[in-house]
């Protein structure tokens, strides 16, 4: 009846910059990721502000712009953290045509190792903390919705008055602290990119490195 001992923590390999796994098919998806947080971390709420930045934040984040509206390589890209007991991420994902596979992932590569070397701007952050904080009313909107976020708030070993504080956490947030998680978990030398489909241009043996 005793309960069973916990596993340790899953150790992390070094990345491998690209695998590449043929399918027949037109269109490739594209999922890349590095070593991120767990959500107890002190860093954790900077986190969400530097993910906004960068591909959380749909059409105004930096993927969004550079590897979609200015050259319409994808459909979409975007990122996000992703916690289990053991493990923990920075996860982003993109789909599109085999062709224009190579020039995606060069210019996702060269887009995460801008932000990696400049940071972000206090412009960006000050966007991403008034959407962050307004929207949260949306999520909300009914007890249906409340009883959700409560629930996985106490899943994650939040207390019941976290879902108050919330928004001032993030409010508090300042452009050090989300420059300082940038260079912690966003180095773009530690994504590993793996692409499913039948890229054209691509060379594993050689991935281009990134610009930073």
């Known amino acids: 009846g005793a309960a069973p001992p916990e596993p340790p923590d899953a150790h992390l390999r070094a990345a491998t910059p ?3 796994r043929t399918l027949p098919q037109p269109q490739s998806v594209i999922l890349f990721s590095a070593p991120g947080i767990q959500d107890e971390d002190p860093d954790w709420i900077p ?3 530097a993910n906004y930045i960068l591909g959380g934040g749909g059409f105004s ?3 969004m712009d550079s590897v979609r509206e200015q050259r319409g390589l994808v459909y979409g890209i975007g990122t996000g953290p992703s916690v289990r007991d053991h493990a923990a991420l920075i996860r982003g994902s993109a789909q599109t045509e085999n062709e224009k596979v190579a020039q995606a992932i060069q210019v996702t590569r060269d887009e995460i190792g801008r ?3 400049d940071g972000a701007t206090q ?4 966007d991403a903390i008034t ?3 307004g929207s949260f009313a949306l999520s909300l909107s009914s007890d249906q919705d409340i009883a959700s976020v409560v629930h996985g708030y106490q899943a994650a070993g939040r207390d ?11 409010r508090a947030v300042t452009l050090a602290d989300v420059n300082r998680v940038i260079h912690r978990l966003f180095n773009p030398d530690n994504f590993t990119f793996v692409v499913v489909g039948q890229p054209t241009g691509l060379d594993t043996a050689a991935p281009a490195a990134p610009q930073h």
Do not use: F, H
């Open 47 to 49: 986190l969400a502000v």
């Open 61 to 63: 984040s930096r993927l």
């Open 131 to 133: 959407y962050l904080t």
């Open 18 to 20: 690209l695998i590449v």
């Open 160 to 170: 019941i008055e976290y879902i108050n504080r919330r928004n001032d956490l993030i």
């Open 123 to 126: 412009a960006e952050v000050d």
């Open 115 to 117: 932000l990696y070397r």
